[in-house]
């Protein structure tokens, strides 16, 4: 009985598997599960190394991991969004001091072109904290080999750019200095143009 038994099952496993005589092409690039990239030898999604993607366009992206975590994939999801989220704002608080600074120099509202480095600090801080809220996990992945999860955050450009717009024109009425000059000149028009460019 156990020999019949076992028979049957070599005859399906060998019928299932199957036997294929066809070789891929010379010159064909195989085709894998993901448009991929290598993380210590595991092939992953490509945003996962923060490559961008077709979506990633009009948006501000980063990309956290976080341990996979005993207490389960909501909480470790979690973690590799706010890893994710941390590394987001950083990226953001530096496009805005860049694009601050650009502005100031452009619409000459300093004209010894000696730019307030902690009036552009500060600045740069609260655009950074209030446009990580429009901040969403557009992302996610994990490996058990690599006991890790991914997270990709993202939030609209164009979000960047009204919030940046809107707290710079709050900031510099606020600092007479540059508010006379910004006043006199087409400052308004520049800050668009210098926003529109990321």
Same mark, same amino acid.
């Given at each position: 009985?156990?020999?019949?038994?076992?028979?049957?099952?070599?005859? +399906?496993? %060998? =019928?299932?598997?199957? /036997?294929?005589? !066809?070789?891929? &092409? @010379?010159? *064909?690039? +195989?085709? %894998? =599960?993901?448009?991929? /990239?290598?993380? !210590?030898?595991? &092939? @992953?999604? *490509?945003?996962?190394?923060?490559?961008?993607?077709?979506?990633?366009?009009?948006?501000?992206?980063?990309?956290?991991?976080?341990?996979?975590?005993?207490?389960?994939?909501?909480?470790?999801?979690?973690?590799?969004?706010?890893?994710?989220?941390?590394?987001?704002?950083?990226?953001?608080?530096?496009?805005?001091?860049?694009?601050?600074?650009?502005?100031?120099?452009?619409?000459?509202?300093?004209?010894?072109?000696?730019?307030?480095?902690?009036?552009?600090?500060?600045?740069?801080?609260?655009?950074?904290?209030?446009?990580?809220?429009?901040?969403?996990?557009?992302?996610?992945?994990?490996?058990?080999?690599?006991?890790?999860?991914?997270?990709?955050?993202?939030?609209?450009?164009?979000?960047?750019?009204?919030?940046?717009?809107?707290?710079?024109?709050?900031?510099?009425?606020?600092?007479?200095?540059?508010?006379?000059?910004?006043?006199?000149?087409?400052?308004?028009?520049?800050?668009?143009?210098?926003?529109?460019?990321?």
């Amino acid at each position: 009985m156990n020999k019949i038994y076992m028979s049957v099952v070599i005859a +399906l496993l %060998t =019928v299932l598997t199957g /036997c294929s005589s !066809k070789k891929p &092409e @010379a010159g *064909k690039k +195989l085709v %894998t =599960v993901f448009d991929a /990239c290598m993380i !210590k030898g595991v &092939e @992953a999604p *490509k945003w996962v190394c923060g490559d961008a993607t077709a979506q990633n366009i009009h948006q501000l992206f980063d990309v956290g991991s976080a341990t996979i975590s005993k207490l389960g994939t909501g909480f470790t999801q979690e973690e590799a969004a706010a890893d994710a989220k941390i590394k987001l704002q950083e990226q953001i608080e530096t496009l805005a001091q860049e694009k601050i600074i650009l502005f100031i120099r452009r619409a000459q509202l300093d004209p010894k072109q000696d730019v307030d480095k902690a009036f552009v600090f500060l600045l740069s801080k609260r655009i950074g904290a209030k446009v990580i809220k429009k901040a969403r996990v557009s992302e996610y992945w994990k490996n058990y080999y690599l006991n890790l999860a991914y997270s990709q955050v993202v939030v609209k450009k164009e979000s960047f750019q009204k919030i940046t717009q809107r707290e710079v024109l709050l900031e510099i009425r606020q600092k007479s200095a540059y508010w006379e000059i910004f006043k006199n000149n087409n400052a308004v028009q520049v800050l668009e143009d210098v926003l529109n460019n990321i």
